[in-house]
């Protein structure tokens, strides 16, 4: 068992898993068909005449804007890629203007890129 004084000593803590760091890189091939899946879910839903809903890639991330039919760009959500069918959610915070880490609308760490679109329309309903 691990205990503070043996930290102390050097030896390492025990892995951790956790959905809020780490990642996998997002294939550029994967791109159109992420592109597709936000306009697959934007189209459903009843704010579709006021806002499109933009994605950016970098590295593991997707980064989810929504831009107004004024012109103006909001942010919305950074999602986290895991695999195809398993991302983490980070909401976009105007008070601190960075994004934070947050829960599926399930109330999981993580889920699907939909229910992480779930989370980033917040702003839109």
Known sequence: MMTCSNFLLGQQ???V???HS???????????????????????????NHYKL???????FCY???????????????LRHFNDGKWS???????NDRYQPCFMG?????GTLEEGLAVCETYLI
Do not use: C
């Open 22 to 48: 780490g990642g996998k890189k997002i294939p550029s091939s994967n791109y159109e068909k992420i592109r597709e899946q936000v306009e697959t879910y934007a189209a459903k839903r009843p704010w579709k």
């Open 54 to 60: 933009q994605v950016r890639f970098k590295d593991q």
């Open 64 to 78: 989810v804007d929504a831009l107004e039919t004024d012109g103006t760009v909001s942010h919305l959500g950074r």
């Open 13 to 15: 803590m025990p892995w």
């Open 89 to 95: 959610i980070a909401f976009y915070t105007y008070s």
């Open 17 to 19: 898993y956790n959905v």
């Open 106 to 110: 399930n109330g999981s760490e993580e």
